[in-house]
């Protein structure tokens, strides 16, 4: 067995969404999709074509742009095929950075399906529960 087959087969939907996330984030976004993208792979980020390569090239320059972002996970939740993780995604250390879901859709042991929501978090913000 292979150690992306042992990687895919010994980690929960919702361990493997979580290292996707991490990797992208830490700019190794070509190992993120060779170890968790799936064929017929597609996402619904309204801001690129939803194929997995226009993806992971924005990705990829985005990593570039940003070498110091860093991602928090406050909250996985795996049901059946789907996972969500709401994250603390911050673009460098001065930056507030945005509140971001991310659901995954799972065929097999692999991610073939993605959406994800955004939302900035302002600097006064009137609710005192926070954005997390």
């Known amino acids: 067995m292979s150690p992306r087959q042992q990687n895919q ?23 993120a999709f060779r170890s ?19 993806l992971m090239i924005a990705m990829e320059e ?17 049901e059946e095929d789907r ?6 995604i911050k673009q460098n250390p001065e930056d507030l950075g945005m509140s971001v879901v991310h659901i995954f859709r799972f065929q ?10 955004a939302q900035p978090i302002p600097h006064n913000s009137p609710n005192e529960n926070g954005a997390f």
Not at 9 to 31: C, I, M, P, W, Y
Not at 36 to 54: R, T
């Open 108 to 117: 097999g042991n692999q991610i073939v399906e993605v959406w994800d929501v």
């Open 36 to 54: 968790y993208i799936g064929p017929g792979f597609c996402h619904h980020n309204p801001f690129f074509p939803g194929d997995s390569d226009s």
């Open 9 to 31: 087969d010994t980690h929960s939907n919702k361990e493997k969404a979580v290292s996707f996330l991490q990797l992208v984030s830490s700019g190794k976004v070509r190992e």
């Open 62 to 78: 985005n990593a570039l742009k940003n070498p110091d972002k860093t991602l928090e996970v406050k909250r996985a939740i795996e």
């Open 83 to 88: 996972v969500v993780i709401h994250s603390h």
